[in-house]
């Protein structure tokens, strides 16, 4: 019998990635949001308590958003975001984040354009 695993190996992402992202953290069940000022709050508060993770410049990219529970945090690197997973766990519920198919397409793009060089094997065609 053929495998359903074989029926997907051309489908973009797939056996191509690993299913989490590397650098990008996942923080759930915090307090809603309901005001810009309060956004505004949050974004402040993580990017103070996760700027040690963010390498020698200390930035972090911090995403949150209104009426949500969640936030993102995405760190310098692998070994900084495993290190906050540890050091943050006991004030926030915190994983990886997973990545995105968007995220998924551009990692197989850019894989393709760095074996092919540039990505030039497409025909053109004239339409005149």
């Known amino acids: 019998k053929k495998s359903m695993a074989g029926d997907l190996d051309g489908v973009a992402g797939v056996n191509i990635y690993s299913a989490v992202h590397p650098r990008k953290l996942f ?3 915090l307090p809603k949001l309901r005001t810009d000022p309060e ?3 949050r974004r402040a508060e993580l990017e103070r308590a996760f700027r ?3 390498g020698p410049s200390g930035a972090v990219l911090v995403s949150v958003q209104k009426h949500s529970s969640i936030a ?3 760190v310098a690197s692998e070994q900084l975001a495993d290190l906050a997973l540890v050091q943050m766990a006991g004030k926030y519920r915190i994983t990886k984040a997973r990545r995105t198919k968007h ?3 551009m990692e197989e793009r850019a894989k393709k354009e760095k074996e092919g060089g540039g990505g ?3 025909e053109s065609v ?3």
């Open 72 to 74: 993102f945090v995405e």
């Open 126 to 128: 004239d339409w005149d």
């Open 120 to 122: 030039g094997g497409k």
């Open 103 to 105: 995220e998924a397409l």
């Open 27 to 29: 923080l759930s069940n």
């Open 52 to 54: 040690k993770y963010g």
């Open 39 to 41: 956004l505004d709050l």
